[in-house]
């Protein structure tokens, strides 16, 4: 067994002190609302992941502050090119980001579950979601058996998930934002997914639809571990102009005071280029 003297002992002691506080220092640097690093979904920016150009995309994310990434997987055919998990990690952690979280297909859950379990652990992922269970009709109506259909599916998907070690999240598009029996799809969802298998992620610009996010993360306590966020026209069932976070309506302070109760643990703007750059710069100065 090597030996070390004193000196060698308290020098190494020292740098490694000094290393832990470099990073100390990179993730304050890059805190946003509740201490939390701010995030990105990559999907506005996908064009650049299609091009091969995610390391570009990283570097030029972590020059506005991001820390946080959220992927799609490589069966949007954007993403197609980060079918290698590992070397996929490399690109985005020699940037200094983390990916915590992505976005998968519901084929892929049905068909390859447990290939994309190991993808998403290749890149260090602790939480896999999906947009929607079914496709429309947004706004319009559906069955409770096809409700019912889709949740015990779910649950099943969100059960081998959690064996594995990873958390299973459902966004709030489309199906979610329909009617069966005259009440709201994503609320009857909240319901019928069990909370040990599934958590949700809420998208902000789905509030028009689905209802006050406050509302949401006070009712259901600890069942939402995520958002995207978008600036939101609370007016507006379909707003014609995209907004950035803090240049609507919202009242953020009082949503990520309530994300806390909510059980949130990771928030992604989700917009293109320049809005990202303002809602960035909003978040990043945001003290709750």
Sequence with gaps: MPRFSRRAFFEKAAAGAAVAGIYSAERELRAGPLGLPVGSQTWPHRQRVRSGDLAGLCKNLAALGVGTLELCSPGYPEFSGLADGKQT?????DQGLKCPSAHFTMEEMRTSQQRMIAWAKDIGMTQMG???????PKGGKT???AVKRAADEYNRIGETAAAAGIVQFLHD???EAAQADGRLVYEILIERLEPKYVKFQYQMSAMPQVGDVVAYFTKYPGRFISMHLQGVDLKAANPKAPLAVGKDAVDWTRVFAAAKTGGVQNYFVEQGWDLTVQSVGYLRALNV
């Design 143 to 145: 069955t409770m058996d």
């Design 89 to 93: 990690r490399k690109i985005i952690e």
């Design 173 to 175: 598009e489309q199906f």
């Design 130 to 136: 999906v947009a929607t269970l079914a496709e429309g």
